[in-house]
T-cell receptor
Framework: DSGVTQTPKHLITATGQRVTLRCSPR?????VYWYQQSLDQGLQFLIQ???????AKGNILERFSAQQFPDLHSELNLSSLELGDSALYFC????????????FGPGTRLTVL | DQQVKQNSPSLSVQEGRISILNCDYT??????FLWYKKYPAEGPTFLIS?????DKNEDGRFTVFLNKSAKHLSLHIVPSQPGDSAVYFC????????????FGKGTHLIIQP
């Protein structure tokens, strides 16, 4: 158990809808990272937050957004969902903002029908 | 453009023998490399890492070798055990991981009894 929690575990929705994925980092970790793993892809970095502020952006679509709250939990919002958004979404956390070693949650499997 | 490549989607090794997983990278700015292990329905788990100032790092049965001139790293597992059966991801970062980790697509290691 990495100490990172993600909810929900599974999510099934329809095209055009909007969903919110939630992540709670390990106790004491200030950074949260979001990754997407599609069927034939490795993990793709989406976005990082550090202590409530956006720190870095990767391959995140404009339809996706994230935020980190004062209690350090983070939410990833996915809107106008398309079939291709079906994937595993992982959250990871680390102590600092420039940490190499990240601890991953169990992921949320999103299925868009 | 895949900056981290794991060219073997799967590898089968007999229990007790050495497992060697390979990884190549193209971005010369990468200065930190990690290996993660992933079981089904779980998030990736950090295994071992190496900084670009070293060429070898050892932790128990796991050793990572880095050849910077060839932009190649490998993970050696000796001796291989049934519990090592999992998907192994190679990851790389630059600048302390500020832009997240760049992952390869993974190698599925199967340890045969």
């Amino acid at each position: 158990d990495s100490g990172v929690t993600q909810t929900p575990k599974h999510l099934i929705t329809a095209t055009g809808q909007r969903v919110t994925l939630r992540c709670s980092p390990r106790s004491g970790d200030l950074s949260v990272y979001w990754y997407q793993q599609s069927l034939d892809q490795g993990l793709q970095f989406l976005i990082q937050y550090y202590n409530g502020e956006e720190r870095a952006k990767g391959n995140i679509l404009e339809r996706f957004s994230a935020q980190q709250f004062p209690d350090l939990h983070s939410e990833l919002n996915l809107s106008s969902l398309e079939l291709g958004d079906s994937a595993l979404y992982f959250c990871a956390s680390s102590v600092g903002g420039l940490a190499n070693e990240q601890f991953f949650g169990p992921g949320t499997r999103l299925t868009v029908l | 453009d895949q900056q981290v490549k794991q060219n073997s989607p799967s590898l089968s090794v007999q229990e007790g023998r050495i497992s060697i997983l390979n990884c190549d990278y193209t971005n010369s700015m990468f200065d930190y490399f990690l290996w993660y292990k992933k079981y089904p329905a779980e998030g990736p788990t950090f295994l071992i890492s190496i900084s670009s100032i070293k060429d070898k790092n050892e932790d128990g049965r796991f050793t990572v070798f880095l050849n910077k001139s060839a932009k190649h790293l490998s993970l050696h597992i000796v001796p291989s055990q049934p519990g090592d059966s999992a998907v192994y991801f190679c990851a790389a970062s630059s600048g302390g991981g500020a832009d997240g980790l760049t992952f390869g697509k993974g190698t599925h290691l199967i340890i045969q009894p």
